[in-house]
């Protein structure tokens, strides 16, 4: 059983900047790739950025590309969403998942494909 906790969300500008933190704890954190998702009110999860267990392959989708940059620190076991240039369209509560990943260099942009997930983190960028 692996946990998740993320943090770090808030209420910001648009323009602005925020740092999600995701904790986990129960299993060898370097042996689990990990994503992040969001999902806004009234609509799917989406992917948003994925990291393989190694940190060497990253992952982005195409909205948050070259604004988001997913990062790990598996000494502290902490997964991290920096988040740049913020658009009001960003807003969606945020979520860090977690698989087991036989390969250290793979990463997964699907949410089938993840077996554990944190409780979410709220994101409102204002206008």
């Known amino acids: 059983q692996v946990q998740l906790v993320e943090s770090g969300g808030g209420l910001v500008q648009a323009g602005g900047s925020l740092r999600l933190s995701c904790a986990a704890s129960?299993?060898?954190?370097?042996?689990?790739?990990m994503g992040w998702f969001r999902q806004a009110p009234g609509k799917e999860r989406d992917f948003v950025a994925a990291?393989?267990?190694?940190?060497?392959?990253?992952y982005y989708a195409d909205s948050v590309k070259g604004r988001f940059t997913i990062s790990r620190d598996n000494a502290k076991n902490t997964v991290y969403l920096q988040m740049n240039s913020l658009k009001p369209e960003d807003t969606a509560v945020y979520y860090c998942a977690t698989k087991y990943s036989y390969v250290g260099s793979h990463y997964y942009t699907a949410s089938i494909d993840y077996n554990y997930w944190g409780q979410g983190t709220q994101v409102t960028v204002s206008s």
């Open positions: 129960g299993r060898t954190f370097s042996d689990y790739a």
């Open positions: 990291i393989s267990r190694s940190g060497d392959n990253t």
